[in-house]
């Protein structure tokens, strides 16, 4: 009961925080992230695009599918996976498209040193035993600078007892997925999951 008041209060915080407007960083407010203090997975991504701010939920546009396309092969069904489990980001309001347009922008560091106090919170309330960090700025957050090719395809401990599973960012313009042993890295980091799941009782049902 204590936990989920805590998180509640965070959530107020991130939904009201302009600490990046506030210090010159042209975001758009309003954190997306979703999820529940009973949680036992956590899954970290890079920050909100615009189809996210809009629907107001993470991992909402094509990225999205194809992150629910892994998990469903490791029994989650979408639904089940947003109303039982928790997603949030390095940094979660909109960063905006990037120089020349293409995507959009990767928060500078000093953004993603404002928005840490909020997911070390997360962490620390919603104690996830497992962390999926997708793409290569959450991964840093959790194993290092390490390449994706190291990582991805492993299940790795970490500092808290938790398991990390590393995942590429699931945007169909990431080439580094064009790649056939990527992509069975992706499909080795997937076996761990399933594997995950029923060592740790954690039940898609
Ligand atoms: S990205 Fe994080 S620190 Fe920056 S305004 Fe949004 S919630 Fe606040």
Known sequence: MEERDSLAALHRQMRACLRCLEEGHLITPGAVFSGVAT????????????????????????????????????????????????????????????????????????????????????????????????????IRRFLGAVPLVEVVGKALPGEDGQWIVPLPHPSGANLWLNQPANRERVAQALAHLSRLWQCLGISPS
């Open 39 to 138: 949680a036992e997975v956590m899954v970290v991504g890079q920050a909100p695009g615009i189809t996210e701010v809009e629907a107001g939920r993470p991992f909402n546009g094509s990225s999205g599918r194809r992150l629910f396309e892994w998990l469903a092969e490791t029994g989650w069904q979408e639904i089940e996976f947003r109303a039982t489990q928790y997603m949030t980001a390095i940094t979660k309001c909109y960063p905006g498209r990037g120089r020349g347009g293409k995507g959009d922008r990767v928060p500078k560091r000093s953004e993603q040193k404002l928005c840490a106090p909020f997911l070390d919170q997360e962490l620390a309330l919603v104690r996830p035993k497992i962390i999926l960090p997708v793409g290569g700025l959450a």
